[in-house]
């Protein structure tokens, strides 16, 4: 027995059972990311059948499964991933010509061999008898050929692994690895993972950033007990730790950067399949894929991205015959590509179908009262109807996706890691969705101001300038919250009304002007602090529905600030119009109603100095 | 004691808002905390007092005093801050409670507590696990996942913000 344990000896002198739990944590993360290797591979198998690189990495995908699953004792998934291996082996050396037939039967059997995974380590569930069915109909293709070897091991495997009676289902053969085999997989596993990385557990890497946002908590306040302190030495070190820490804090976001690349590769199989079945023909390219994005963003990134293809895939592309007809190429194509600007990285979904219609969104916002029939509004208004919950032009409605249908909840999705969506679509010319998304979750650089006692942050980005509001530079007329910035009139919202703040404003106040899409709108604060990195914390499932706070941070000196959720605060603050007065003879036809939000009022005609935005 | 007896008595957190004496669950007690200053969270209900920095997390705490209709509690020498886990839709959630003062750890068998009364009790009978008895005086047992149960807490969230709303839509 002692000898027999082979490659497993080095490991350490716990028990069998012990070892073999331990390789299956760890095989878990590989076990998906091998699937969705093998999936990517054979997708583009399908594209170029002949290509041999791909051929080969469909077999030592589906080879390390097989051995690596052996030495977990998954033995049912084992034999089935040698099926499968067996019938490459054979592509491999030139004996069997890949088809498309083939293909989809690969593809079913690596779904199949995920939902054996998710048993495993999903609490799925998983048809055995399917398994079988796929290894009968592989038997079928591989029949006659020569070379299909056995599946079987030395008995002597059976004495290395003890847990063989606990998995595997009843019926299912047995099969077991010899311990060559398993080295094999073993050493090609560990050739490829340490040349480029190190696997660390999720958990681990959310403490370290935690960590390091305490750090950088403590560094503020490092830097104010300097400061107040006057003392030079001490503020010479200060300013050191804060470039340490700030340097510390980005290396520490960019170790959870993961490229978008993995996330992309997903949709190739879902344009796939949906296209198939819609009967239309559909290439999905893809562009900066290894764009790098954070984790819980991509993680969040997945399912509006989903539904934004499908909806192009089931409205936005046309049949082959209507592209023929319309004189555009047979085959649509949708373009996910993804790349950095600044602070944030751009996503875009790119088809080139037939475009949103603009008629029927017009229509259908008229008859839900979200328009009047006479209203000119420009298309990028228009299009924002198909983020309005439950808003769909019905003949489009299908069992896939109906365009609108849905959309407001990617909007949600899309809202909640704070990022911003655009819509822009030319008819028959096809629809562009960009996806705007912040680089990291968890800290932002943040502008720190009061109001009475209490501190609250703006998000550094959106704010343009600040100005003192004192009683008499207020626009007077008729009480109107404006103020005259070099000439533009900007409207601004008091918090401390919004926020039913008690307590007396000092005779001048700040007014923080951000800017929010196209619009700028001024914030009356207290008095402004400066700027100041912000740690996010999250308010807590109690305080999850607060309207206009996005979280709250820590402060130097540990008491909690507030972080603003500018965009919310004002859409809850206005009800507004934009007024060109000159070229606009009935300046009330662009009024666009918005359900619920009437605390503010319009003013008819007030000045006619360009567009603004009134707030009484 | 045998093992059954040990199995039927509990250790009980006592603490009094107002002249009345409440318990909880020990076991979902985390620590006492002094009295500090709490961030208020613009548009949410009296009751939910604000967050305070908890060894840097950010943790809610509530005013049980208004939340069982009693007046808001002001900071005295013994008012405390209980800190509790309640399970929020199977997840733990820690959440601050004030209190007027914190009594003692106190031990109380089943055979020392009765079933809530249906009427006499200003508090929702739901909140209610049951009352306790020492020597005298009664001790009532708080239900602390009832008591802040999100839906709870919700819905008087979203009362109370269309009275502010309303409130302010007059004033306009």
Redesign the interface.
């Known amino acids: 027995m002692e000898e027999s344990r082979g490659p497993m000896n080095d490991d350490s002198d716990d028990s069998m059972e012990h070892i073999v739990e331990k390789l299956r944590l760890t095989f878990k993360e590989e076990a998906y990311e091998l699937l969705a290797e093998l999936e990517a591979t054979l997708l583009e198998l399908e594209n170029s059948p002949a290509d041999s690189e791909a051929i080969n990495r469909a077999f030592r995908v589906l080879h390390t499964i097989k051995g690596s699953s052996g030495m977990c004792a998954f033995y049912d998934i084992a034999s089935f991933a040698h099926e499968i291996e067996a019938y490459f082996d054979l592509v491999r050396k030139g004996e069997i010509v890949v088809t498309k037939e083939i293909i989809d039967l690969t593809i079913l059997a690596s779904d199949q061999l995920t939902s054996l995974f998710d048993v495993i380590y999903r609490d799925g569930k998983a048809d055995t008898e399917r398994t079988e069915q796929i290894v009968a109909s592989f038997k079928k293709q591989t029949s006659g050929k020569t070379g299909a070897r056995a599946f079987s091991g030395p008995r002597g495997a059976d004495l290395l692994l003890p847990l063989s009676d606990e998995k595997g289902p009843a019926g299912g053969d047995k099969a077991q690895i010899a311990p060559a085999e398993q080295q094999d997989a073993r050493e090609q596993r560990q050739g490829v993972d340490a040349s480029s990385s190190i696997r660390v557990a999720t958990g681990k890497l959310d403490s370290l950033v ?1 960590l390091a946002g ?1 750090l950088v ?1 403590v560094q503020a306040r490092l830097s104010q007990t300097a400061l107040t302190l006057g003392n030079s030495a001490l503020q010479s070190i200060a300013e050191e730790v804060e470039r340490l820490t700030a340097d510390l804090r980005d290396n520490t976001m960019s170790i959870r950067m993961l490229p978008i690349g993995t996330t992309f590769s997903k949709f190739k199989r879902v344009v796939r399949d949906l296209s198939a079945e819609l009967g239309k023909e559909i290439e999905l390219t893809t562009d900066g894929a290894e764009t790098e994005l954070d984790k819980t963003v991509i993680e969040k990134l997945g399912d509006p991205l989903v539904h934004i293809i499908r909806n192009s895939i089931d409205h936005g592309i046309e049949r082959p015959d209507e592209r023929m007809a319309a004189g555009k190429p047979r085959k649509g194509t949708i373009h996910l590509s993804a790349l950095h600007s600044g602070a944030h990285v751009l996503i875009r979904v790119q088809d080139d179908g037939a475009g949103l219609d603009v008629d029927a969104i017009r229509a259908t916002a008229v008859e839900r009262g979200l328009l009047r029939i006479d209203a000119e509004i420009t298309e990028q208004e228009l299009w924002q109807f198909i983020l309005t919950p439950g808003f769909s032009t019905a003949k489009q409605v299908t069992g896939i996706s109906g365009r609108g249908v849905g959309m407001d909840v990617v909007k949600k999705s899309i809202d909640a890691i704070r990022g911003v969506l655009e819509i822009s679509s030319e008819k028959g010319a096809g629809t562009t969705i960009t996806l705007k998304l912040p680089l990291t979750l968890a800290i932002i650089d943040g502008f720190l101001t009061k109001i009475g006692a ?2 609250y942050i703006f998000p550094l980005p959106l704010v343009e300038e600040c100005v003192e509001l004192t009683r008499d530079n207020a626009f007077s007329k008729s009480n109107r919250n404006l103020i005259n910035v070099r000439g533009h009139i900007v409207p601004y919202i008091r918090l401390r ?5 008690n307590g007396e404003a000092p005779l001048i106040e700040q007014i923080v002007i951000t800017k929010a899409g196209k619009r700028r709108v001024g914030l009356v604060v207290d008095a402004i602090v400066g700027q100041h990195q912000t740690v996010l ?7 999850r ?5 996005s979280g ?1 941070t ?1 402060l130097g000196d ?5 972080i603003l959720d500018i965009p919310k605060l004002i859409s809850l603050a206005e009800q507004y119009r934009e007024v060109d007065v000159p070229d606009q003879a009935a300046p009330e036809n662009r009024q666009v109603l918005q359900e619920g939000q ?2 503010l ?1 319009l003013d008819e005609k007030n000045d006619a100095r360009g567009k603004y935005l009134l707030i ?1 | 004691m045998t093992t059954a007896a040990i199995m039927e008595t509990t250790q009980y957190l006592t603490f009094t808002l107002d002249d009345e004496v409440f318990a909880l669950d020990i076991g979902t007690v985390r620590e006492v905390l002094d009295f500090r ?1 709490i ?6 209900p009296e009751f ?1 007092r ?4 908890l060894r ?5 705490v509530v005013d049980l005093r208004l939340k069982f209709g009693l007046a808001r509690t002001e900071q005295m020498v013994h008012t405390c801050i209980i800190i509790v886990e309640v399970a ?2 199977g ?1 733990t ?3 601050g409670a004030l209190a007027d003062s914190v009594e003692e750890v106190l031990d109380l068998g089943a055979d020392h507590i009765e079933p809530a009364p249906k009427i006499g009790t200003r508090l929702n009978t739901e909140f209610i696990r049951g009352m306790g008895k020492q020597n005298d005086r009664f001790i009532i047992i708080l239900d602390i996942d009832k008591v ?1 149960s ?1 839906d709870e ?2 819905l008087v ?1 979203a009362a109370e913000i269309n009275k ?2 309303a409130g ?2 007059a004033t ?1």
């Open positions: 935690n305490e908590t209490d501190s009304e919004q926020f039913s703040i914390k999250s308010l807590g499932a109690f305080y529905d607060v309207e206009g706070i709250a820590l540990g008491t909690v600030a507030l009437s605390r009022t009484t | 200053s961030t208020r969270v613009p548009k949410t939910m604000g967050v305070i920095n840097g997390s950010v943790v809610p929020v839709d997840e959630t820690v959440l802040f999100i807490l919700a969230q502010e709303t302010l839509a306009d």
